[in-house]
């Protein structure tokens, strides 16, 4: 069966440190992957996806990057974090949307970034 | 650029209670997924609709799709405290890699 996880879970860092989590996906090939973002208690706001090694579409301008150095593999990085970079932030991967089951996401643990 | 609108923002109900949730667009969309999410955690799947006027079974939760697949709404009979949580909505269409998710409801259900 497929698994994702992401790591750290809990991270507290000063501002204008640099930042990086770490996501695997086991079980699967090819995925398509994705870091989101969410406020507390609201909906989700998509950073960046992923459809192959080395390939990052960026959804919004910011102060973060993202790197895929290998198949099941997703980073999120940022040089020098800000205080607006708070935030839970959940990777996440699906497959290839299928007309007849639709674009399933499965999602990590979350990682709650909080920059003090 | 897609949009999701869900209603209400926030609810609380008393155990046993009915309650309906709405997640409408001006968008087509080929398939719609409903997602429930605890504090802490990631967002986990409870339905997929595909076709326009599909109408879901779950336990106690109904998930309708709107005939033109702009829509859906998410129906829980006889509420119970273990259905609290935060509802989302995501839309997707088979050629995107990607989903828009509504900004979800968050249900708070009294003992």
């Known amino acids: 069966s497929q698994t994702i996880h992401q790591w750290p879970a809990t991270l507290v860092q000063p501002v204008g440190s640099p930042l990086s989590l770490e996501c695997t996906v086991e079980g699967t090939s090819n995925p398509n992957l994705y870091w989101y973002r969410q406020a507390a208690g609201r909906g989700l706001q998509l950073l960046f996806y992923s459809v192959g090694i080395g390939q990052i579409s960026s959804e919004v301008p910011q102060n973060l990057s993202a790197s895929r150095p290998q198949d099941r593999q997703f980073i999120l990085s940022s040089k020098k974090l800000l205080l607006s970079d708070s935030g839970f932030y959940l990777c996440?991967?699906?497959?290839?949307?299928?007309?007849?089951?639709?674009?399933?996401?499965?999602f990590g643990e979350g990682s709650w970034l909080t920059v003090v | 650029t897609q949009l999701l609108e869900q209603s209400p923002q926030f609810l609380s109900i008393q155990e046993g209670e009915n309650l309906t949730v709405y997640c409408n667009s001006s968008?087509?969309?080929?398939?719609l997924q409903w997602y429930r999410q605890e504090p802490g955690e990631g967002p986990v799947l409870l339905v997929t609709v595909v076709t326009g006027g599909e109408v879901k079974k779950l336990k106690r939760l109904t998930f309708q799709f709107g005939d033109a697949r702009k829509d859906s709404s998410l129906h829980i009979t006889a509420a119970q405290p273990g259905d609290t949580g935060l509802y989302l909505c995501?839309?997707?269409?088979?050629?995107?890699?990607?989903?828009?998710f509504g900004d979800g409801t968050t249900l708070t259900v009294k003992p």
């Open positions: 996440a991967w699906t497959e290839l949307p299928r007309e007849s089951s639709g674009n399933t996401i499965y």
């Open positions: 995501a839309g997707a269409n088979t050629n995107a890699g990607k989903s828009t």
């Open positions: 968008s087509v969309f080929s398939s």
